[in-house]
């Protein structure tokens, strides 16, 4: 007999945040990105967090199918990206840093597995490591006893080939990078240097808007509006989906 497990059909589509820890910290106070999200998307998906602190792409491409073996590709609504920040530490960081051109195969070479496992390319956004404020991130790091291994110009570089790697690949993107550096006051966007401040998280929120509204606008809200209920077929009316 055969051991296999037929997957329920989910009622609610799924956007997928995968990451490092600006991605798993997106549903705290500050770095709240994921958050926003999940409450603009309320009653159409459900914004699943597979964030990882501390990783980088060389890791997150090694667990990537074990993540996409929990879902059904028909009901991802959209899939993200967003690694870098660990990569980007300068060579002396041996357990995190990736050189560069490896970094960006690896997020090609992670496309690639959610394209093989029936997402479709314009459903992949890549988002593109934050800029670090280094005075912060050195304070943070020598409170914390930590080695301070970051530089914001290589922040930038690792930024800029993410870009290259979404074009290549045909996904969308998001330059987070190069969006902040337009601010004067982009060091305002972090709470240390280098994770997201409310402000920050706010602004990511915002550029992912676009690719949100594009791949969910035209899904339809999971049961009725409070308004459109039958209160006198109650059964009737109060399907998933109704006609």
Partial sequence: MSTNKSRAKSL????????????????????????????????????????????????????????????D????????????????????????????????????????????????KEKIVLISPPACDEKAWKKFCLESNKDFTKCNLTAGKYADVCLDAARECGTKSVDFYGNM?????????????????????????KLLKPAVDQTTSELPLVFPNFNDVDIEDLHGCLKPFPE
């Fill in 12 to 71: 609610w589509k799924k956007v997928l945040l995968v990451g490092d820890s600006l991605t798993q910290f997106g549903f705290s106070k500050d770095g709240s990105y994921a958050s926003l999200l999940a409450d603009y998307l309320q009653r159409k998906c459900d914004v699943i967090n597979r964030g990882f602190s501390g990783y980088n792409s060389k890791w997150c491409k090694i667990i990537l199918p074990d993540i996409l073996n929990e879902f």
């Fill in 73 to 120: 590709p028909e009901d991802i609504a959209l899939a993200t990206i967003f690694l870098g920040a660990n990569d980007s530490n300068l060579p002396e960081n041996k357990r995190q840093h990736v050189p560069l051109a490896d970094y960006k195969q690896d997020l090609k070479d992670m496309v690639d597995m959610m394209m093989k496992k029936g997402i479709p």
């Fill in 181 to 205: 550096m337009k601010r004067d006051d982009w060091q305002d966007l972090l709470c240390d240097g280098l994770h997201l401040s409310a402000a920050g998280s706010l602004l990511l929120f």
